[in-house]
């Protein structure tokens, strides 16, 4: 498409090669490669102005505070919260779900109550809750799925109940690319008084998200070592802190300590500057495109690929069936007869990446009947040449194996 060799120029590795070859590179949904803008951004502030925020007089440190400051107002309206407080900064997702879980989880929860979450979920969404559920005494209950891959509306109904005290599931699933409706999640978890958690991992680089309409609590572009936490704030405000130590103090005795106000509170140590910095340029690069061109370009191939696919007797699919409008640019795969490892380092030697794996989602992967998958996830850049030498490459994949056609 066009959009797409529009945005291609700002990504300097992608005009690199891989083996040779010049790089497909199919493997979004793990990370995103970055624009020259945040790479800029990134580089500006360590040779601009590299200082530790919130700690120094000088001016140096005031800069550094300010970018770090205005990359939360920018998060903050970006993602429709109602005020800055509420953003809270990460090292990643999984820190972030890991902070509500022991925070939230292990303070509010107690022998008795239950916990729902999806099959479909990132073991960052399931792990945290396995160990909520074993210090507490709490029960975990499974949301399962239909045969298309979306999440069983009768489980969703039956199992979040009055003794439901926590629902956490993936806006949508880093295997099958499917989206869920979380605002209905959200509402029935909230009819039966309980707080409900959302991954929005895989969903808030592709689409526009708004937090107080869906009313609940590295993949966009910005640099790896930057997460962000949204949490209502008389929920975060009740919370504990998480993690102790410099900067989220108020004021510290020689046996006892208060703790600073939010955000500051679950911000403890030196934070990751330069990464809020790039945060804020892939903000500013995403809103100036538009989240609706950008899901034309993934709808576009994912329209493209899937039939040729379907084409190849050898090439089973999973999540691409769905009747509802829901699929993103995710497609997971295998080749029969092949081990995803094998196809994978067979299309990296054509210069085409792709993930193989359980994709950590080991409990999804079970209950399909599968041990491991391939899965390709598009992005803005991508094209639909992209595609093409994906989809010749798969068709060498079991010819490579001695398999012939």
Known sequence: MADAQEFLKDFPLLHTEMNGRPIAYLDNGATTQKPEQVIKAICGYYGGCNANPHRGAYALSVEATEIYENARKRTAAFIGAKRP??????????EALNLIAYSYGLTNLKQGDEIVIT?????????????????????????YLEQDGNLSDEDIETKITERTKLVACTQVSNVL???????????????????CVVDGSQ??????????????GHKMLSPMGIGVLYGKYD????????????????YVEEQQTTFAELPAKFEAGTQNVGGAAGLTAAIDYLTGIGFDRIEAIEKDLVDYALPQLRELPFIELYGCDTKRDNKTGIIAFNVKDVHPHDVATILDSTGVA???????????HKYLGLNA???????LYNTREDVDRWIAALKKVREVLGYGA
């Open 354 to 364: 792709v993930r193989a794996g359980h994709h950590c989602a080991q409990p999804l």
């Open 235 to 250: 929920l975060l405000d009740a919370m504990p802190p998480f993690l102790m130590g410099g900067d989220m103090i108020e």
């Open 119 to 143: 099959i479909a979920e990132h073991h960052s969404n399931l792990v945290p809750w396995q160990h909520v559920a074993h210090a507490t005494g709490a029960a975990l209950k499974y949301i």
């Open 85 to 94: 407080e509420e953003i809270i900064f990460t090292k990643n997702a999984t």
């Open 203 to 216: 969903s808030v680089a592709h689409q526009k998200v708004d937090v107080r309409d869906i009313d609940a």
């Open 177 to 195: 690319g499917l989206k869920n409706d979380v605002k209905k999640i959200a509402a029935k978890a909230h009819s039966v008084g309980a707080v």
């Open 373 to 379: 998958s391939c899965r390709a996830s598009f992005y």
